[in-house]
């Protein structure tokens, strides 16, 4: 029998393996604060991401090492666990400023209202690309949870870092 200490030590290694692109242990995952996307799923932020604009091409596929594994964590996040890791990794230092003590509202899936939490949303499109400055794009992701039909507008700025990293601003 785990006590609650240990179903928390295991859902956080969990959502760190998950958040660095590691396997995640049969056991971690029973306890994963995200859910895994389906093939189509994965398939659908591809498209996406493949949908920008031909003047901000480059700059995506060089923010694709942010840009697609934070999609993914937004997708599937269940629980704040996971949503702090989610700012520490692509928000950086300024995610710990910025959304101290409301970390769990940075999650699509969790406004909306009706969604079950247990799978991920689905990417329906990304859309309002535009240019901000030469070391920044916006976009407009719109995720559905297939369970209830719903659907989110999720608002995005995408920085670079003066050391060439792709950040989430």
């Known amino acids: 029998m785990r006590t609650p200490h240990r179903l928390r030590a295991a859902s956080l290694v969990a959502a760190l393996a998950a958040l660095s692109g590691l396997a995640v242990p049969a056991d971690a995952a029973i306890n994963s604060a995200l859910a895994q996307p389906t093939a189509a799923q994965a398939q659908g932020v591809d498209q996406a991401l493949g949908s920008a604009p031909a003047t901000l091409k480059a700059d995506v596929a060089a923010a694709l090492p942010t840009l697609r594994p934070y999609i993914v964590t937004l997708m599937c996040v269940q629980d704040d666990t996971a949503t702090r890791g989610l700012i520490a990794k692509f928000v950086g230092s300024r995610g710990t400023t910025m959304f101290n ?69």
Not at 126 to 135: D, E, P, S, T
């Open 101 to 169: 003590g409301w970390s769990g509202s940075m999650s699509p899936g969790k406004r909306i209202k009706h969604h079950d939490m247990v799978g991920c949303l689905t990417l329906t499109r990304i859309q309002n690309w535009k240019r901000v400055a030469a070391n920044k794009f916006s976009l407009d992701i719109v995720f559905t949870a297939e369970d209830s039909g719903e659907s989110y507008l999720w608002k995005n700025v995408v920085h670079k870092e003066p050391d060439g990293t792709w950040l989430m601003a």
